[in-house]
């Protein structure tokens, strides 16, 4: 099954997960528990980092090991992907400028920023893989189906 295919038979499933549920922390864990599940073979570290105010994002719901606890705004990958308020993928973090290593393991990682219907930024959700080069557009266009399809169904929930 190709990527794109794993996100469309994915994204319905999350949808059910999700479906009048008002808990998000629940919501955002049982969706990190998804999308970790689907790609174990890829995924080593899968979670959110939530915007609770001020210039920091803070640890959310997550599936894999240890992880940092904020991220400064324009600092590492989620905090450059909120400073650009666009989708990053690196293929190769220790290229990165300004990586924060939460975990020697990581070589390559996703950010998708979170955004509600007003576009007022709510947190990003982050992904890491043990192998270099390891994400590309379908999981660009796939993350972000999710993250919309996340977005619209609890953006009330986010205080």
Known sequence: MTRKEQYNQLI??????????????GILANVSAALHEAFPERFFWTGFYLHEGGKALSLGPFQGSVACYTIPYGKGVCGKAWEE?????????????????????????????MFDSSRTFRGVLDIDST???DFNEDDKEGLERVIALLMDKTQNLFQ
């Open 131 to 133: 192998h270099l080069d």
């Open 85 to 113: 308020g666009r989708t990053l993928i690196v293929p190769d973090v220790e290229e990165f400028p300004g990586h924060i290593a939460c975990s020697s393991l990581s070589r390559s990682e996703i950010v998708v920023p």
């Open 12 to 25: 319905p499933q999350i949808a059910g997960l999700i479906k009048g549920e008002t808990n998000l922390i």
